[in-house]
């Protein structure tokens, strides 16, 4: 196919332009393409794009979903977007190109910028021209050789030692030492043979970085951190001494091959001499003398007594928006068993075979940075080679953009089980159905078969399990099963309320509608809707009402989901409720809408164009056979709506069926003989069409009508419609709620952490994209699920669901909610008694915290210190001493919780303490 030259055919055909320009790009995307490292894409501001999308007629997201047909806007040669503008996601400033070109920091996909293929790239630019050109490189990332588009390449500060004169040089972290090396010597116009260069990560020489094949990313250089050129003199490169992380003078450094070693404090060396990581050296019954003089174990209890060095007090550097990854370390490494697990020998426990692992590379860097942090006093610690580890194992954390502290906190302890992980072989277990089997034996069972495959430190005290109970909203099948957890993520209930405004409509038309207004619970579901209006309107036991929202004149959806969160209905939609008799399944729903011929010329009733108005209606009928079943229908519905002259002329022997004088509400309407008045009064032309109103034929009395679970109709009107009936009762349907005057805003409200856990086990449906496999039904449902606590873990983690995320809306609550520091009792929300006589009872240990808005915020971090029972406010490098008053806050996000340990009393009920000893 050839391609036109679209700029010279923009003169009066903007829509067959945009039309080809759509399907190009959209066939473009389509093709199959090989992706692998080495391919480029490129960046286009979302600013630009998006009004290319709607010039070209594409769905808002992806750039890839075209419309359906019938809502392509017709797009003319004004509408084009003018040259392709990419300065709104470019430093102020930059003139590069490529690689060297400098972004903004922190911008995100979708919402700044969108990645195009290369096909895709060289379209929009021959027919848009514009720029700067922002070419990226795909590259694969992690142990699991992940595919990327590298957004952010590394940005290095090269400092000359010999004028010290500063360049920034930008290179792929996947480039080789040896790339650097000429670059660097293409940049400074040298023999790259005759200089060396330095990891000069704050101001301070760490490691010579030799001319190779290893990577920038193995070398674990960070972002903007800086690199020191020393040039060769006279022959002969420079010797000296620098100083090392801590400020110590380091020894003096030949030019031959370094082997970097790394000493876990008062242990053996840990050797990194190849790309791969760390090959442990660590042999059964190393020391720690050097850190402790003493170790108290009693009863699971550990307390390091340290040096007088101020052991655990040491923050964390921020390396480059890190302070999310430092936030959830500082609460890890505070944690009791975790301590004691990692400053003792761990050696035989790395599991370097584990292919869901890092081959105990991360488990060794956490445990190097816990043995720091324990051992360096005060002294603040960049954890670099962490992070390198950390990014290999959960590459989505090896860039420099904020993420989640919570995400964060899964991935590590995920990654820190498979590199422990005690079982070298997992055997395949395949679980058997409960069978009515009692749940206990199958709790025990389901939690065997877990252990069997996963054992590991983390399991022993980070996992707990829950019961899991799903039922099909269709066939009502039951499935139970128990689940292991490592944390527990709680939303944030709200008690806060809502006004909302709903049109009752009567679907056998016995009464003209009513608009109610209710309140309910602002975060309630449909359910609590459907119940205040029933109560409002006064509902019958033998009635039932149909929740639909009404747009443009249609039903748009009907919300039949009784857990669906009233959250998916705004303000200013429009809700209606259809009351009708409880019918049985075999009743056909009866759906009509109203059409109004709205004519171009008064004297041509034959031109114009047929125009939806009014609110639709709904009845459900049994035995629909023919038209004339749905003309009798339609005139029972429409019955409360005729003008009273009209309706006493047709009532010679009959009673009225009904009046619109007097009060306004609801008429109540007396039986009458239907057919009768059929008969006498006007019949509207009926026209069946599909769901979608597209397709409409006009049907007959005597037509046949295909039996089906739900009939759709056009009703249409015309003058004399409007003389007899009364239209103005189905006009101007209300929204949920009319904005008024802006108020005051109040204060937060407050909530306990009783009442989220209270939120997180009660009954709701699965989302849309999770559905459940019904093994009866064969078919994915949209399944109820109950959950319910099992079995608990020694430290028991609490996630509050402060952020929310759709598809084009996000969200931070800063809802205070107030978690008990003490005593927090879970007891009552067991399903079980342990029969180890374990407690319930937990006490809070440390606090991951972030302030702020989805746009940046900030993290820190609470932490009780073990050995002297005070807490400390870790914020990156920052410690400081904090009372135990001021660790509840908004800010808090992520709860770490120690079991109380039950003390045996002897005779009697046993005794708890309260420390955490």
């Keep these: 196919m050839t391609i036109p030259d679209l700029g010279d055919m923009l003169m009066d055909n903007g829509s067959l332009i945009a039309e080809q320009e759509r399907q190009i790009i959209h066939d473009l995307t389509l093709k199959s393409q090989s992706n692998k490292p080495g391919n480029l894409f490129f960046l286009i501001s979302n600013r630009w794009f998006t009004e290319w999308k709607k010039y070209a007629g594409f769905g808002a997201y992806p750039y890839d979903e075209v419309l359906p047909e019938p809502h392509i806007s017709i797009s003319n040669a004004a509408d084009r977007p003018g040259p392709i503008d990419n300065c709104n996601i470019v430093a102020n400033g930059s003139n590069c190109e490529g690689e060297d070109l400098q972004l903004l920091d922190n911008l995100e996909e979708q919402r700044d910028y969108v990645v195009v293929s290369q096909d895709v790239w060289e379209k929009l630019f021959d027919w848009y021209k ?44 996947k480039a080789s030492l040896h790339e650097l090396y000429e670059r660097v010597g293409s940049l400074k116009e040298t023999d790259p043979g005759k200089v060396r260069i330095w990891d000069y990560f704050n101001n301070l020489k760490h490691t010579l970085l030799e001319d190779s094949t290893k990577t920038l990313e193995e070398s674990n250089l960070q972002m903007n951190q800086c690199i020191l050129l020393e040039r060769q003199v006279d022959g002969i490169l420079p010797t000296g001494f620098g100083m090392d992380s801590t400020g110590n003078e380091l020894a003096l450094i030949p030019i031959e091959p370094l082997r970097s070693s790394l000493t876990i404090a008062g242990g053996p060396t840990l050797s990194n001499g190849n790309s791969t990581g760390y090959s442990s050296s660590l042999h059964q019954g190393s020391s720690l003398s050097s850190v402790l003089t003493d170790m108290e174990d009693t009863s699971n209890n550990i307390k390091p007594v340290l040096k007088g060095n101020g052991g655990g007090l040491a923050g964390l550097q921020n390396l480059g928006n890190t302070c999310f990854m430092n936030s959830s370390l500082q609460c890890l490494v505070h944690t009791p068993p975790l301590v004691k697990y990692f400053l003792e020998d761990y050696t035989d426990e790395i599991n370097k075979k584990n292919p869901l692992g890092m081959h105990g590379e991360l488990a060794i860097a956490f445990g190097e940075l816990l043995r720091k942090i324990w051992s360096s006093g005060r002294t603040s610690i960049a954890p670099r080679e962490f992070k390198g580890k950390l990014g290999r194992f959960a590459p989505q954390f090896s860039g420099y953009n904020q993420h989640d502290s919570q995400e964060l906190l899964a991935f590590l302890l995920d990654g820190l089980h498979e590199d422990l992980n005690r079982v070298k072989q997992k055997p395949y277990i395949e679980l058997k159905d409960c069978d009515g089997r009692p749940d206990e034996e199958v709790a025990d069972e389901y939690w065997r078969y877990h252990k069997a495959r996963n054992d590991s430190i983390i399991v022993d005290v980070c996992q707990g399990q829950y019961k899991s109970t799903l039922v099909c909203p269709d066939c009502k099948k039951i499935s139970i099963a128990f689940d292991p957890f490592m944390y527990l993520s709680l939303p944030l209930p709200s008690t806060a309320t809502r006004t909302m405004t709903v ?415």
């Design 503 to 917: 049109s009752v409509f009567y679907g056998d038309g016995s009464g003209l509608p009513m608009p109610y207004s209710v309140t309910v619970l602002k975060n309630g579901a449909c359910k609590d809707l459907k119940l205040a209006v029933s109560s409002a309107c006064c509902l019958k036991d033998d009635e039932d009402l149909l929740l639909a929202e009404v747009y443009e004149h249609t039903i748009y959806r009907y919300l039949e989901v009784p857990l669906e969160s009233l959250s998916s209905i705004k303000d200013n939609e429009h809700i209606v409720a259809y009351r009708h008799p409880k019918t049985s399944s075999d009743a056909t729903k009866l759906e009509i809408c109203h059409r109004y011929l709205d004519k171009c010329s008064p004297d041509n009733l034959k031109v114009g164009e047929w125009k939806l108005f009014l609110a639709p209606l709904v009845s459900y009928v049994k035995g629909i056979e023919s038209g004339a079943d749905i003309d009798l229908a339609v005139n029972r519905l429409l019955s409360p709506l005729r003008r009273k002259a009209f309706a006493s002329s047709t009532k010679d022997s009959q009673e009225k069926v009904g009046s619109t004088s007097g009060d306004e509400d609801h008429q109540s309407m007396k039986e009458v003989d239907m057919e009768d008045i059929s008969s006498k009064e006007l019949s509207f032309r009926l026209c069946l069409t599909d769901d979608r109103g597209l397709s409409c034929r006009p049907i007959a009395k005597d037509s046949p009508i295909k039996p089906g679970r739900s009939v759709k109709v056009m009703l249409d009107w015309t003058e004399k419609e409007h003389e007899f009936y009364d239209a103005s009762y189905l006009k101007d349907l209300p929204e949920v709620h009319k904005t008024g005057p802006a108020v005051k805003k109040t204060r937060p409200e407050a909530i306990s952490l009783f009442s989220c856990l209270d939120a997180f086990l009660k009954e709701e449906p699965l989302g849309p994209d999770d559905m459940w496999y019904c093994p009866r039904c064969k078919k994915h449902r949209q399944a109820t699920k109950k959950l319910d606590l099992w079995r608990l873990p020694e430290i028991l983690v609490f996630h509050l669901k402060r952020f929310s995320y759709s598809r084009y809306l996000k969200n931070k609550l800063d809802t205070f909610v107030n978690f008990p520091v003490h005593g927090l009792d879970l007891g009552k929300y067991m399903k079980t008694k342990d029969a180890s006589g374990q407690s319930y009872v937990y006490e809070l240990y440390a606090v991951s915290n972030h302030y702020g808005g989805l746009g940046g915020g900030h993290y820190s971090a609470y932490s009780k210190l073990i050995d002297d029972d005070r807490w400390y406010h870790f914020d990156d490098s920052h410690v400081s001493p904090v009372s135990e008053a001021d660790i509840r806050t908004s800010a808090a996000y992520v709860l770490f919780y120690r079991r109380v340990k039950v003390e045996s009393a002897g005779v009697g009920e046993p005794s708890r303490s309260h420390g955490i000893s």
């Design 130 to 173: 514009g720029g700067p050109v922002i070419p990226r490189k795909m590259i694969s990332v992690g142990v699991r050789q992940e595919l990327v588009v590298e957004v952010y390449p590394l940005c290095l500060k090269l400092i000359d030692a010999g004028d010290k004169s500063e360049s920034t040089i930008r290179i792929s972290k």
